[in-house]
């Protein structure tokens, strides 16, 4: 069964920083990475994925970096802003047409 | 193109109640998932459909069941309904076209259901 952390459970941080975060898994047997932005009293909002050992994905101050091998990916945000604040989820996708979550990071951008 | 849209938004129902949720995924979409999201935990997966047919069922006892009909929507139901069953219900469409697993999954704003 594979098991997906992500880390750290919550960060707060200031308008402007950069911040990243981590989704680790056992380096096996999946497909995909996903990752996913949720805001609150909103629908999970696809932001990208991921397939390839080296992968890596931008979407305006948005990007992550997969490695396989390890087990991890890292999601980063350049110069965070208050609208930034959601929780922030992966998920793995396996050969049996499901996904399996992390139980995501809580980002709150401080003005 | 509409997003997935799911109804009823909320719901309140009393222990031992059963309840049908709906999912309709976006136009074109051929693939519905269900995930169930309770306090302190991540999304649980429920069950998929493609074309009519379950390929996955989670982890979860006979009383969650799901269907989807012809037109790619998808409802699922819950029987004999327990206070643990609280939760906020998830649908998600992907296309359907390729690797489910590195296939996009859109998803809907849920159903919070209440048992009492």
């Known amino acids: ?111 | 193109k509409a997003g997935v849209t799911q109804t009823p938004r909320y719901l309140i129902k009393t222990r031992g109640q059963q309840v049908t949720l709906s999912c309709s995924p976006i136009s074109g979409h051929r693939s519905v998932s269900w995930y169930q999201q309770t306090p302190g935990q991540g999304l649980q997966f429920l069950f998929e459909y493609f074309s009519e047919t379950q390929r996955n069922k989670g982890n979860f006892p006979g009383r969650f069941s799901g269907r989807q009909f012809s037109n790619s929507r998808s409802e699922m139901n819950v029987s004999t309904l327990e206070l643990g069953d609280s939760a906020l219900y998830l649908c998600a469409s992907g296309a359907g076209q390729g690797f489910f697993s590195q296939e996009t999954q859109y998803f809907g704003p849920g159903t919070r259901l209440l048992v009492l």
């Not at chain 1, 975060?21 to 909002?45: D, G, I, M, Q, V």
């Not at chain 1, 101050?61 to 110069?79: D, M, P, V």
């Open chain 1, 1 to 111: 069964i594979l098991n997906v952390e992500q880390s750290p459970q919550s960060l707060h941080v200031q308008e402007g920083d950069s911040t990243n975060f981590t989704c680790s898994f056992p380096s096996s047997n999946f497909y995909a990475l996903h990752w996913y932005r949720w805001e609150t009293a909103k629908s999970p909002e696809a932001l990208f994925v991921m397939t390839l050992n080296g992968d890596e994905k931008k979407k305006g101050r948005i990007s992550a970096t997969l490695n396989t091998k390890e087990g991890y990916s890292y999601l980063y945000i350049k110069g965070s802003q208050p609208e930034d604040s959601a929780t922030y989820l992966c998920a793995l996708g396996d050969s049996s047409y499901k996904l399996i979550f992390g139980s995501g990071t809580r980002l709150l951008v401080r003005p």
